[in-house]
């Protein structure tokens, strides 16, 4: 930079602009040009204030560093400004940090100079005065907004904080499951201003969320895989997701906003974990009423879901409590007609065998073997329940050709089903062998054909098919009954659901669950009100 415009420049600035160009020239001599990257501290708090600074070019920070490791900006201080007058003038320390926001080129006057300048230009010194007064001032005005800053916010989490509390005393008011998803979504909503949301929980074994959502007077559950869409995305990943303008993301689907005509603006997703930091489900709510969703929402989330992930997880426990205590009452029972049964039970049996060797008779043989099926049956069946209510699972796997299976049982099925009005239709394409305890899977066939029976109290027709699915072979009962609503088929293999029955403990697809995963088979159920049921059950083949 040239003499002339160095000049110019010094005489720009507040401090020297009432000094002459001869004056302006003796000062410059006792300066020292300095440059200095952006970053850069030009010197920091409790230093020896040696120098004086001009700012030639650039922008300066003073700030002072709290006793909380805050750093509060004081000024900022731009080209034509003094900086580090304060040491030079009190003789201490300097009070605060000045660090460089950009390049930055500055004229060093060392505490000597500056003090004969001040002291032989009053202008000089009044203009330093004046300087000193307008960034008190500012620096007033710093303090108070600061201040009202601070109130602000203390006032803004304190009213989070009462909302908290009150959304924790609402999410704990009930031990019902279903009842208690909604106050969390509900409280969630309310207390960030939210339009509306879902609240997920993850299924672990099927690797999936599902959720409840209303569906004119029934609720409806959905599902979706892990991993897939938003939530599945931060179910996934565990990661916060903020979508200030949902339609132009390419991450939301609009195709939702298209089959319920919602117009979805704005989308905050984030994960509801436990106590351990697992996460157990995902919020995901949608149209925030006053602007976008941002960091303090999700603070508020993660601090609602401490609650939320409690209040779960003791509905749950109080769910099991309940579901344990009934099935202990199954089982005694169960025990106890065990216990009373089989004596006549072996003893019917035995008459039955000496009926059918006695006999001669053809028909009556068949009377005799059936009698002992049914016997059987009865006390199997009976141990079955046993089983289940104290949690045993013992099976006797063996080799089988399961078309012989298939076609000994449809045999036996079709019997009851005519006696219905029921007509059997098969499709038996599967020819293979599969292992399997063939007493218990025989059980299960027959307990799917009795509910599709159950189910067709007109008559009807009921489809049994089975072929070829990769490793497995896939089974199919497709009746043309009554079919079930979504509630019931999502509850399905609960224990004690029934749906449409006066008789039966209610056990019976529980048990049907319990053996295909016992199997480690698949069991899928297709339903629609007044279009009937399909019953799909995948076994793995033996290679």
């Known amino acids: 930079m040239s003499i002339e ?72 201080l731009k080209q034509g400004e003094i900086v580090g007058e304060l040491a030079s003038l009190d003789g201490q320390t300097r009070s605060a940090r000045a660090t460089c ?88 909503a309310q207390s960030i201003g939210a339009d509306r949301g879902t609240l997920y929980l993850v299924d672990d074994i099927q690797k999936e969320l599902w959720s409840k959502i209303s569906q004119g007077e029934d ?40 089959q319920t005509g919602y117009r979805t603006r704005n989308v905050m997703c984030t994960p509801l974990k436990n106590k351990d930091g697992k996460i157990i489900g995902v919020f995901q709510l949608l149209n925030k009423r006053d602007g976008s969703f941002d960091n303090d929402d999700v603070n508020f989330i993660d601090a609602l879901s401490a609650h939320a992930a409690v209040a779960i997880e003791n509905a749950r426990i109080a769910q099991e409590m309940v579901q344990n205590e009934r099935l202990s009452a199954v089982g005694r029972m169960a025990s106890v007609i065990i216990h009373d049964i089989k004596n006549p039970m072996g003893t019917l049996r035995v008459y039955a065998q000496v009926m059918k060797k006695k006999s001669g008779n053809e028909e009556a043989n068949k009377l005799a073997d059936e009698m002992i099926h049914q016997v059987d049956r009865f006390v199997n069946m009976t141990q079955e329940i046993l089983d289940f209510t104290r949690g045993v699972s013992a099976s006797n796997f063996q080799e089988v050709a399961f078309d012989e299976v298939m076609e000994n049982v449809m045999s036996f099925i079709e019997k009851d089903l005519e006696k219905n009005n029921v007509k059997l239709i098969r499709d038996a394409q599967f020819q293979g062998m599969v292992n399997l305890d063939q007493d218990k899977m025989v059980r299960v066939f027959y307990n799917i054909a009795s509910n599709a029976r159950d189910a067709m109290p007109q008559g009807g027709t009921l489809k049994v098919s089975t072929k070829a699915d990769g490793d497995f072979v896939r089974i ?42 016992d199997h480690n088979g698949k069991i899928e159920i297709e339903s629609e009100m007044g279009k009937g049921t399909t019953i799909t059950i995948k076994l793995p083949v033996k290679k």
């Open 476 to 517: 199919d009962f497709t009746d043309s009954g009554t079919g079930m609503p979504e509630e019931v088929k999502n509850r399905i293999f609960e224990p004690f659901m029934t749906y449409g029955k006066k008789h039966g403990t209610g056990l019976g697809m529980s048990i049907v669950k319990k053996v295909i995963d």
């Open 101 to 188: 926001v950009e390049d930055s080129v500055l004229l060093a006057l060392d505490k000597k100079s500056f003090e004969e300048i001040l002291e032989h230009n009053h202008n000089v010194a009044f203009n330093l005065l004046r300087e000193l007064s307008g960034r008190i001032r500012k620096a007033d005005d710093n303090i108070v907004q600061r201040l009202e800053e601070q109130r602000v916010a203390i006032e803004t989490r304190f009213l989070r904080l009462q909302k908290l509390m009150e959304a924790s005393k609402i999410i704990n008011s009930t031990l019902d499951l279903d009842k208690l998803l909604g106050l969390i979504l509900d409280a969630a």
């Open 5 to 76: 415009e160095r000049l110019r420049n010094l005489q720009a600035t507040i401090l020297f602009h009432d000094l002459t160009q001869e004056q302006l020239v003796d000062v410059m001599k006792t300066m020292r040009e300095e440059s200095f990257a952006a970053g850069a501290i030009l010197f920091d708090a409790n230093t020896a204030g040696d120098y004086v600074y001009i700012i030639e070019r650039g922008t300066i920070r003073v700030s002072r560093v709290t006793t909380f490791g805050e750093e509060t900006t004081l000024d900022i």
């Open 219 to 258: 609720m409806v559950e959905i599902r979706l895989p892990v991993g897939k869409g938003l939530s599945g995305f931060v179910a996934q990943t565990g990661e916060n997701i903020l979508i200030s303008d949902a339609y132009a993301d390419p991450r939301f689907n609009r195709e939702i906003d298209k």
